[in-house]
């Protein structure tokens, strides 16, 4: 069973969901790289053998997608924090590189690279405890959340600053007969056209490839200048599409 998967479900996932690309849900375990559900207790025959849901989610994201660190490393510098240089070298290091053999690809000297794994045991902390003050920030009667930002954003700034009660007020506003309806008008603002598109793109099913000419009878639906649509789901990271422009699809 696939299940689209959204960005609050991705975001709202454990580090150790993370690792493992699973989210557990009350009544199934998702992958969080194509959403593909697994119900559980249902029993899933995997190679001959049987496996409950938990174990076959983890068996489908080995199979399907690979190593999760690969994925994860591959994500947007604005969501990793790394830049090109760590990411290579995070990438040696998971190779097994020793700190000679590290030095040799990026030629440096394995004092460097020595220093480089001391600075990202440093971050690693670090990260715990801004971990731990955005739990206890989320238990204090502070501001409303934003909305989580796509985590296919070709740029992440102050334009995808949009709390929950903005973002709605911005969708009653162009979407004036309901959700389900029609683009009344498409917005000028950079911050509003973001909400509009990530309205929009869940007219769209993850893990789908679209013609452009599928693409254009989705947002013919619900606006006249669906060639602007298309062009700002590709600028801003919504879609992606193959060179030619034959098939489209949405990023993950």
Not at 118 to 133: G, N, P, S
Not at 148 to 157: I, K, L, N, S
Not at 220 to 232: C, G, I, N, Q, S
Request: net charge neutral.
């Amino acid at each position: 069973m696939c299940l689209v998967l959204s960005e609050e479900l991705f975001w709202a996932s454990s580090v150790k969901e993370l690792s493992l690309g699973v989210k557990e849900l009350e009544d199934r375990h998702v992958c969080l790289v194509c959403g593909a559900s697994f119900e559980k207790g249902e029993v899933f025959q995997v190679e001959g053998r049987f496996y409950e849901a938990y174990r076959a989610s983890e068996w489908h994201v080995e199979q399907e997608h690979g190593s999760m660190f690969d994925y994860l490393i591959q994500m947007n510098k604005k969501f990793t924090g790394l830049s090109d240089h760590q990411r290579e070298l995070l990438m040696f290091f998971r190779q097994g590189l020793s700190d000679k053999e590290a030095a040799k690809r990026i030629d440096g000297s394995p004092s460097t690279i020595r220093n480089h794994r001391f600075k990202f045991k440093e971050k690693e902390k670090q990260a715990k405890v801004f971990l731990a003050l955005m739990d206890l920030l989320k238990k204090d009667d502070g501001p409303e959340g934003l909305v989580q930002v796509h985590r296919g954003a070709t740029m992440v700034d102050e334009r995808y600053a949009t709390t929950e009660s903005e973002q709605e007020k911005v969708l009653k506003t162009y979407f004036k007969d309901g959700l389900e309806g029609p683009l009344h008008l498409f917005p000028s603002k950079e911050k509003k056209k973001i909400v509009v598109l990530k309205h929009l793109l869940k007219r769209f099913e993850a893990g789908r490839s679209y013609t452009e000419r599928e693409v254009n009878e989705v947002l013919k639906e619900a606006y006249a200048d669906f060639v602007t649509l298309r062009r700002y789901f590709i600028e801003y990271g919504f879609m992606d599409r193959n060179q030619d422009g034959s098939a489209y699809w949405v990023k993950q």
